[in-house]
T-cell receptor, first 111, second 114 residues
């Protein structure tokens, strides 16, 4: 079945450590997105990519980095510069201008 | 901020009742979308309404859009316990080069009691 897969489901980060969250889609979508969700809040856009080898900062990009080397993959790295990384991270993909399809998220916590 | 605002923040009803959630936004849009999120899961798209549409139906869902008031509402009729979830509106703002980029509201937590 087509879909979007995020891994791992749970992730723990130590002080000063970078961690990478995986997002893979087999829907042949051009656009991919990363969101952060804090408890009881809506989604805030971190980065998005509308085409391979190109991506744009969202509203809260500081402390995060991404790459888009393949159409299917859009990994997110949470760097040590992100001082408050504990959150639920959601990846999505879409055809441009069409509704977004979401993965089931990665919950990141600090050790 | 361009973020939409939703109300109520939480809604508690009995099975069989209707649930209405509202969303307001600040600038011109290409479309407005409603999503549902079960606890600890990703979002699922429910319905998209374009800026030139006023009302749209999908099963037990009815969405209205009033661009003059910059507001939308989602009505769920004959609610079921399985409708318990958070509901988010998201706007695709018109203009610029960020076509398809969505801005989400804070969400409404709906609880349907059996």
């Amino acid at each position: 079945d087509g879909g979007i897969t995020q891994s791992p489901k749970y992730l723990f980060r130590k002080e000063g450590q970078n961690v990478t969250l995986s997002c893979e889609q087999n829907l042949n979508h051009d656009a991919m997105y990363w969101y952060r969700q804090d408890p009881g809040q809506g989604l805030r856009l971190i980065y998005y990519s509308q085409i391979v080898n190109d991506f744009q900062k969202g509203d809260i990009a500081e402390g995060y980095s991404v790459s888009r080397e393949k159409k299917e993959s859009f990994p997110l790295t949470v760097t040590s510069a992100q001082k408050n990384p504990t959150a639920f991270y959601l990846c999505a993909s879409s055809r441009l201008g069409q509704p977004q399809h979401f993965g089931d998220g990665t919950r990141l916590s600090i050790l | 901020s361009q973020q939409g605002e939703e109300d109520p923040q939480a809604l508690s009803i009995q099975e069989g009742e209707n649930a209405t959630m509202n969303c307001s936004y600040k600038t011109s849009i290409n479309n407005l979308q409603w999503y549902r999120q079960n606890s600890g899961r990703g979002l699922v798209h429910l319905i998209l309404i374009r800026s030139n549409e006023r009302e749209k139906h999908s099963g037990r869902l009815r969405v209205t859009l009033d661009t003059s008031k910059k507001s939308s509402s989602l009505l769920i009729t004959a609610s079921r316990a399985a409708d318990t979830a958070s509901y988010f509106c998201a706007t695709d703002f018109a203009g610029g080069t960020s076509y398809g980029k969505l801005t989400f509201g804070q969400g409404t937590i709906l609880t349907v009691h059996p």
